[in-house]
């Protein structure tokens, strides 16, 4: 079990972070939209493994074959879940440490800080203060338009070797190297199955 500190959304352009704080807009791309998004850096926005679930590695000792015919060369083989890839997400800025850790002042200050990676995803901060309140008026909001709503911190693995990731985590699992992003993630089900954003407005802070 973990604590969440705090919750903030995080933007690349003010007048999103405009409409997220006076209009409780929340605008929610697909998973596969973050997949194939052309990022400027490194472990940031983009993340090839969205929506993934199964990475094979070859180092594994392994072999790759289509039509058995071995391939050579493949450094990774992902199978993505197309179920997943088309709904849409909403993703949150949630330091959070065990339950079980000691509380104290320097390791609050490490758990909350923003790294140079983090800033990467954007120049504006809204902080959201008093995130039950938040999720609670969010999901009533989807209730009353008819969507589906999972919504929990984001699982950081080692993707280095081969991965399975179960069903009912899909969306919910990245990369080690994405961890500084300290990702709670709302994943909304539209029931379109549509790969293109999804708005949600009134969700008030």
């Known amino acids: 079990m973990y604590y969440i500190h705090m919750m903030a959304k995080v933007f690349s352009d003010e007048n999103w972070a405009d409409e997220f704080l006076n209009k409780g807009k929340l605008y929610c791309n697909t998973l596969n939209y973050f997949r194939m998004h052309q990022d400027e850096y490194d472990n940031n926005i983009k993340d090839p493994y969205e929506g993934v679930i199964m990475r094979i590695s070859p180092d594994d000792g392994g072999e790759l074959k289509i039509n058995e015919h071995k391939l050579e060369g493949i450094e990774e083989c992902l199978i993505h879940s197309n179920y997943h890839l088309y709904k849409n997400i909403f993703c949150l800025y949630a330091p959070n440490s065990p339950l079980d850790q000691e509380a104290t002042l320097e390791n609050f200050e490490s758990i909350v800080k923003i790294t140079d990676d983090a800033k990467k995803l954007g120049g ?72 293109k954003p999804f708005e949600i407005e009134n969700a008030s802070i």
């Not at 504006?124 to 995130?131: G, K, N, P, T």
């Not at 070797?161 to 899909?170: F, H």
């Not at 919910?172 to 992003?181: G, I, S």
């Open 124 to 195: 504006y901060f809204v902080v959201i203060q008093d995130s039950k309140v938040f999720n609670a008026r969010l999901i009533d909001k989807a209730r009353e338009m008819g969507l589906g709503v999972k919504q929990r911190l984001v699982d950081y693995k080692d993707f280095s070797g081969s991965v399975v990731i179960d069903e009912k985590d899909v969306g919910f699992v990245k990369p080690l190297q994405y961890a500084h992003q300290k990702e709670f993630r709302i994943m909304i089900d539209n029931g379109c199955y549509e790969d």
